[in-house]
Each structure stands twice: as C-alpha cells, then as structure tokens.
C-alpha cells in the first residue's frame, strides 16, 4: 500500500469510525476500533509523504511525477491549483 492509498483507507475508516460511534450503526467498541485503524493508516499516509519529499544525501530527486499526482488527487487537489 502506498500513500495515497494509506490516506483513503484512512479517511474511509474515519467515516466508518464515526458511523458506528454516533450514526445508525451506533456500536462505540467497532467505533473505537476502527479510529485506531484510521490512525495508524493516516500515521503511514504522512511518513510516506514525509520519506517521498526528502532528498536522500543530495543524489534523490524526491517524489516521482505519478506519486506526486496521486498524492494530489486523493488530497482533492489537482496539481497547479493553488488554494
């Protein structure tokens, strides 16, 4: 799993997380667990972003082209917009 994958999974957990602790579905033990999920997939999502964007000793370029792209399109940003 990459990091924009560890992202979505970790915004569709969060959603399931408060489904299950305040929607229909009210059951707080699934709640719980799943936003402990989350939080380990959105800790994942942001050491990939991190790791992706450092220069490794001078001689890496960073994030590819196509990790870059997806890290925008699953953020709901689309590269060259600027908010």
């Known amino acids: 799993m990459n990091g924009p994958q560890h992202y979505s999974e970790a915004e569709w957990l ?3 997380a408060h ?3 305040y929607g229909d579905g009210s059951n707080p033990v699934i709640g719980a ?3 402990a999920e989350a ?3 959105a800790t994942l999502a ?11 000793d001078g001689s890496e370029p960073g994030m590819s082209g196509p990790e870059f ?3 925008h399109r699953v953020a709901g940003v689309k590269p060259g917009e600027r908010g």
């Open 39 to 41: 939080q380990v997939h």
């Open 46 to 56: 942001l050491a990939a972003a991190t790791a992706m964007q450092a220069a490794v």
């Open 33 to 35: 667990a799943l936003a």
């Open 14 to 16: 969060a959603e399931r």
């Open 19 to 21: 489904h299950f602790t």
């Open 69 to 71: 792209a997806a890290w």
